[in-house]
């Protein structure tokens, strides 16, 4: 398995997914507002998307409702799932006339063959286990469902992890699954894949502080232990922003690896 290499050891499940339910609710007010490159990944993630008006569909990893307010447009019923609660309650609070509920995308709240569809954009590389995400995503599909997902996979802000260490600074980024792990996770499934392509997306920035923004300020820069990341000083940002390779613009862009996959059971 091909990983974005970190020195830290792998926290157990449970301890994990607090941490990450804790970090992502601190971001739950300022998502929205710093999320401008996982709104593009779930544009070309919905867009492919052909919706019948009595499906119901479920969205993993809705955090503040946006997207799946954008599938209720299509649908009679869309359910948002989200690991935090604190994303639920601010979802819950922008769209009233939707349903949010918090739960893990490895052991999801509902009954098997409850769903029509599954969207995810951008949720799922925060598993643990890809094979349980999956499992549990043809569980609560019904037969001859579908599935649309967008996942970060490995290779994604390679460019961060470089600056770092040409700047003498610790590594600091998650760990990441293979494009390649995802798919192996597919083989015992009854679940087909109708399309599967990996796209690179890039987020340009003016200066260090708004990179960094745009990872921390959406609830990612997360390490396994949970341990809570430490701001950086001005030498510090100064080393890191010389480091950082500047785009023919001369902007800092950092880079998105996705793998979009459309799946039918």
Known sequence: MTMVPLPQ???????RRQAIAERFGRAAYTYDDNAAVQMIIAQHT???????????????????????SQLATAVNEVVGVDISQAMVTAATQR???????????EALPFPSASFDC???SMALQWVASPA????????VLRSGGCAHLAIMV???????????????MAPSVNTLFSAETWRL?????????????EKCYRDPHENMR???RSITKVGAGLSFTGEKSTPLGRRNLQALEQAFPKDPQGQLSVSYQVLHLILEK
């Open 185 to 197: 996770a597919l083989a015992d499934l009854p679940l087909r894949i109708l399309s599967q392509r």
């Open 210 to 212: 708004s990179l960094l």
């Open 154 to 168: 490995a290779g994604s802000l390679h460019e961060l992890v470089l600056a770092r260490q040409l700047a003498g």
């Open 118 to 120: 599954v969207y995810s």
């Open 46 to 68: 919905q867009s492919p998307l052909v919706l019948e008006p009595r499906q119901r569909i479920l969205d993993i990893g809705s955090a503040t409702g946006r997207q799946t």
């Open 132 to 139: 349980r995400a999956l499992s549990e995503i043809n569980r």
């Open 9 to 15: 050891q792998v926290a157990p499940h449970g301890y």
């Open 95 to 105: 769209y009233p006339q939707l349903t949010f509920v918090q739960g893990d995308a």
